[in-house]
């Protein structure tokens, strides 16, 4: 059964097995130091002011959606992953979903960098608020019974989510938002295989490119400041 389920989701389970093994070695190689933030940036946490100064450092726009802050964090976010994960990858497809969860994760951490450069931040919460955007664009654009109602049911998760946010300090509620612009935005030219058409070429590539230019503006401006 194991074996099947691995055949079955192997986009989700590859994420999964990475974030348990880099957290496992956090755990090993600091003991009792693994939530210090110099623990979370050598890991490949994201802190903005570093990124700025040494561009050469923008890979971290992608590691943190791999690094985890202390266990509630990671089983949270790996539980999520899971029941979202399973779900969402057979509804995209493994490409696509993969795609979806890496753009996500990047636009949440260049939200980062733009807005709370002084922050040392990490998690996988800025690609999995990215999967509730994409289904909120489907909610709204698509005509197919069985995804409205699916991504009705993300809707409603996602807005409790976001008020949870505004009451807890230590989360970064602009790296959740910048997930939702992200996902929201690749849900247009990464539609799911149940309705492949549901955006028009012209569509896709103008929503592409509008993503691009976001991601590549707000990097640029944040250099400058």
Do not use: C
């Not at 779900?87 to 733009?114: A, H, K, P, T, V």
């Not at 592409?208 to 976001?214: D, E, M, P």
């Amino acid at each position: 059964m194991k074996e099947m389920i691995n055949k079955r989701y192997p986009a989700t389970n590859a994420l999964l097995l990475v974030t348990m093994l880099l957290f496992g070695t956090m755990q090993v190689l600091r003991f009792g130091e693994a939530t210090t933030a110099q623990t979370i940036y050598d890991f490949g946490g994201l802190y903005g002011r570093i990124v700025k100064l040494d561009p050469s450092q923008l890979w971290r726009l992608v590691s943190p959606i791999f690094i985890h802050i202390g266990w509630e964090h990671f089983f949270f976010n790996s539980m999520t992953l899971y029941v979202l994960g399973y779900q969402l990858e057979e509804l995209f497809g493994s490409r696509r979903f993969l795609l979806l969860y890496f753009l996500s994760g990047m636009m949440g951490n260049i939200f980062i960098l733009f807005l709370t450069p002084d922050a040392v931040a990490a998690g996988a919460s800025t690609s999995l608020f990215g999967l509730f955007g994409a289904m909120v664009v489907l909610r709204y654009s698509s005509r197919n019974p069985s995804l409205q109602l699916l991504s009705q049911r993300y809707i409603a998760l996602l807005l409790i989510n976001l008020v949870l946010g505004f009451f807890n300090p230590e989360i970064s509620l602009v790296g959740h938002i910048g997930g939702v612009v992200g996902g929201a935005l690749a849900g247009v030219f990464l539609p799911p295989l149940a309705d492949p058409y549901l955006f028009s070429t012209h569509q896709k590539r103008r929503v592409f490119l509008l993503y691009i230019a976001l991601a590549v503006g707000l990097i640029f401006v944040s250099f400058s400041l």
